[in-house]
């Protein structure tokens, strides 16, 4: 038999394993109580504040992902085509591109943030 400890959603349970086990029977795990009070979330960090006004030209996340590099600025001037956010999802950078020519208005979002597929992530005029 092997002990594990495993932790799934802050609660700690204490497993053990059989090996060799062929009756092909389910086992049933006793509840055991969770050895520490689970921790809560950290709470979500305040998406920065746009910064300048926010532009008529919406730019969204295609997939869901983390913010790896926010490569224009605000007020730079973009061509279409231009990569404004490097998300990066699956060890893959997905570069998020201008979809025309324009000004960078707001950067909606800062290196190391959750975005979701859809996700606002800067505007432009």
Do not use: H, R
């Amino acid at each position: 038999m092997k002990n594990y400890t495993i932790t799934v959603n802050g609660n700690v349970y204490d497993v053990v394993v059989e090996e060799g086990a062929t009756s092909g029977a389910p086992v049933a795990a006793a509840p055991v109580a969770p050895k520490a009070a689970p921790k809560a979330a950290p709470a979500p960090a305040a998406a920065p504040a746009a910064t300048g006004a926010a532009g008529s030209v919406k730019i969204e996340a295609g997939a869901a992902g983390k913010v790896f590099k926010v490569e224009a600025t605000v007020g730079q001037a973009v061509k279409k085509g231009d990569a404004v956010v490097i998300l990066e999802a699956m060890k893959m950078e997905i570069p998020v591109v201008a979809p025309q020519d324009g000004t960078v208005a707001s950067i909606n979002v800062a290196v190391g943030d959750p975005v979701e597929a859809g996700a606002l992530l800067a505007t432009m005029n």
